[in-house]
């Protein structure tokens, strides 16, 4: 099979269609947590149900350090961050062989009096790709601007410092989202809890609030044809104008580990699905805009889903994750307008998930990749295979932007190896 790199930008149009982006983002590529829209789905997109023995293709594989940080695409650049000893490295590899572009170093050394160990100390956030810009946050909390062509710093700004932000126990993981010409991100600082920087300069435009920090990432969404920016923070879950930083509204969710992580998921029906490990449990929260104010309802709340980390995926009615903290686990299916569970499997390790087209891409932590077709009756895990090692905790990056429609690709990475694998389409008229 011939390999070829096309204009993502045009491929994504091409595909997508009627695709739209709250985020005002260009769509092209994977430029950020959770994809070109940081809900982790990918549609009009068919994947084959089958793959060849001994797995999918393993197009290149090589050493990284440690870290969980997710994988960003574009413009032919594929970077990431990890840790070598007291220092921090983003790299820019070359999406189609892994080849080094550049690295940008950085001495990053790790006070292990106010920082557990547990986990490691190797970056969380994943890289926001903006233009000619990438940008970057460490273990630490510092915001670096680089160059995507030469990796040259551009600007930085020490969050946690510069703010008065809360070092939260097990590292800085919030990703940045872009906002028309600002850089918005986490630093639980007293009245600058949530700040927004100039893209180009990263000069101030707005700080707000007094939420404690957590590791969750915020995203954009639609309310009643008002975008909002949604905070998980250490014990809320808000909404935010992402121009000012005004707030709109708020909702307690806090747990006994403070460790609200996972990225909330929103749909087209109002109703935002939370999540966290500990007592925090799920509840989804219905808005809706009433004369200028979003008014906030609570649907449901329990306690028997728990999502500590990755990511939860919602289709149609119902909600597809892995439960579970430091107890027992299961894979679960809930009704996201009643809180009731649909299905339960207990005989799969942790996983974080893609939706890709009809399918679901479930990279689990013991670096097993299956593919599965998730329904509310049942789930059928058509093909796995076992790629990575032990722990595999970040979420795969979908890669549409190669090849000749035949085949496309996902990056992955565990705490020692980054790979690329390529995914088989399916047939065509199936």
């Not at 070109?36 to 549609?43: A, E, G, K, L, Q």
């Not at 070598?84 to 490295?89: A, G, K």
């Not at 100390?121 to 601007?145: A, H, K, M």
């Not at 058509?382 to 970040?394: C, K, M, R, S, Y």
Request: hydrophobic fraction near 40%; proline fraction near 4%; charge should be positive.
């Amino acid at each position: 099979m011939i390999v070829q790199r096309f204009n993502r930008r045009f491929i994504f149009h091409v595909i997508a269609g009627t695709f739209t982006l709250v985020s005002n983002y260009a769509i092209a590529d994977w430029p950020q947590f959770g994809g070109p829209n940081r809900d982790f789905t990918v549609d009009n997109i068919a994947l084959a149900l089958t793959w060849s023995e001994g797995g999918p293709r393993v197009l290149w594989r090589r050493k990284l350090g440690d870290g969980y940080s997710g994988i960003s695409i574009a413009d032919n650049h594929l970077i990431t961050m990890f840790r070598d000893n007291d220092d921090e490295i983003v790299i820019s590899l070359n999406p189609d062989d892994g080849a080094t572009q550049w690295q940008h170093r950085y001495a990053a050394p790790v006070d292990t009096t106010k920082f557990a160990a547990r986990y490691g100390y190797g970056p969380r956030s994943t890289p926001l790709i903006v233009d000619n810009r990438v940008y970057t946050v460490g273990y630490n909390g510092t915001l670096r601007c680089l160059d995507i062509e030469t990796g040259r710093l551009q600007w930085k700004c020490e969050l946690l410092n510069e703010f008065n932000g809360n070092r939260t126990r097990w590292g800085y993981a919030c990703s940045p989202i872009r906002w028309k010409d600002s850089i918005i991100v986490f630093t639980g600082g007293d009245g600058a809890s949530v700040v927004a920087l100039d893209r180009r300069t990263g000069r101030v435009k707005w700080k707000r609030h007094d939420f404690k920090n957590s590791y969750g990432s915020p995203i954009l969404i639609n309310v009643g044809g008002q975008t909002q920016l949604i905070c998980f923070m250490m014990k809320h879950v808000a909404g935010l104008n992402p121009d000012n930083g005004e707030l709109y509204w708020s909702h307690p969710h806090e747990n006994q580990w403070d460790n609200n992580i996972v990225t909330p998921v929103y749909g087209d029906d109002g109703v935002l699905f939370v999540t966290s490990e500990g007592s925090g449990g799920a509840r989804a929260l219905q808005l809706k805009r009433v004369g200028g104010t979003t008014r906030v309802s609570e649907i449901w709340h329990t306690r028997k889903l728990k999502v500590s980390h990755r990511n939860a995926i919602r289709i149609g009615d119902h909600i597809y994750a892995s439960n579970g903290d430091f107890g027992p686990k299961s894979f679960d299916c809930i009704n996201v307008k009643t809180g009731e569970l649909a299905w339960r499997r207990r005989d799969l390790p942790k996983c974080g998930l893609l939706k890709v087209g009809k399918q679901l891409l479930m990279l689990a932590e013991d670096g097993r990749l299956m593919l599965a077709t998730a329904t509310p009756e049942v789930m059928t895990i058509h093909v796995e295979a076992q790629i990575l090692n032990d722990p595999a905790w970040t979420i795969p990056t979908f890669d549409a932007g190669v090849s000749t429609m035949a085949d496309y690709r996902i990056h992955v990475r565990d705490l020692k190896e980054i790979a690329a694998i390529e995914l088989p389409a399916a047939a065509a008229g199936r």
